[in-house]
């Protein structure tokens, strides 16, 4: 036979031979991984509990994605037949849901020791998008007081939307009399304020 011929062939046998001797490691493994573990199980009376927990928490959980499913779609609708009243109304339901599994998934991960004290998660995204949403607001001064705004603390309730941007407010009644002034009143508050 020719030699030009067989090496090919010898190499082809040979990464056959290398990948079925790296391959059968690979399997026993897997077979290991999923056998009983009967040597080292513990008596199913005390595994059984935990797993009906996990099942427990598992339905609980689809449970609540199911009912924001259902919130969404339901503002979905609201929105489509133009009733705002109602479609604000389910949003808000639907993050107040997802806040309180926010925090019952800190509470589980805290009990785990993922996390320590009241430090939110460096992973989660939620925790993360906080601090982000504050930075929206466009302004560090109150326009109309003129002090320090501290961004973690204006709420919703003390912003205003002028020309494009999120407006922050120190207190409550700073949003109301920002209310009553003009556009060009406005411009110079904010300007002033900057100035500071």
């Known amino acids: 036979m020719n030699t030009r011929a067989r090496k090919p062939a010898v190499i082809s046998l040979a990464i056959f031979v290398a990948a079925a001797l790296l391959f059968v490691p690979l399997v026993g493994l897997a077979e290991n991984d999923h056998s009983d573990h009967s040597a080292t199980a513990e008596p199913a009376a005390t595994t059984q509990p935990a797993e009906g927990k996990k099942h427990e928490m598992a339905a609980k959980h689809l449970a609540t994605m199911a009912k924001l499913q259902a919130l969404l779609a339901e503002a979905k609708q609201a929105a489509d037949s133009k009733d705002i009243e109602t479609a604000a109304k389910k949003i808000a339901e639907a993050q107040a849901l997802l806040e309180k599994q926010h925090q019952a998934m800190h509470k589980h991960m805290k009990a785990m020791g993922a996390t320590s004290g009241d430090k939110p998660a460096p992973q989660c995204p939620m925790c993360q998008a906080a601090p982000q949403a504050s930075a929206k607001i466009a302004n560090t001064r109150c326009p109309m007081m003129g002090s320090t705004l501290?961004?973690?603390?204006?709420?919703?309730?003390?912003?205003?939307?002028?020309?494009?941007?999120?407006?922050?407010?120190?207190?409550?009644?700073?949003?109301?009399?920002?209310?009553?002034?003009?556009?060009?009143?406005?411009?110079?508050?904010?300007?002033?304020?900057?100035?500071?």
């Open 150 to 196: 501290k961004l973690e603390k204006v709420t919703e309730k003390l912003t205003r939307e002028f020309k494009g941007q999120k407006i922050g407010f120190c207190c409550g009644g700073c949003p109301a009399a920002w209310d009553n002034l003009s556009d060009e009143q406005k411009e110079a508050k904010l300007k002033k304020a900057a100035a500071k």
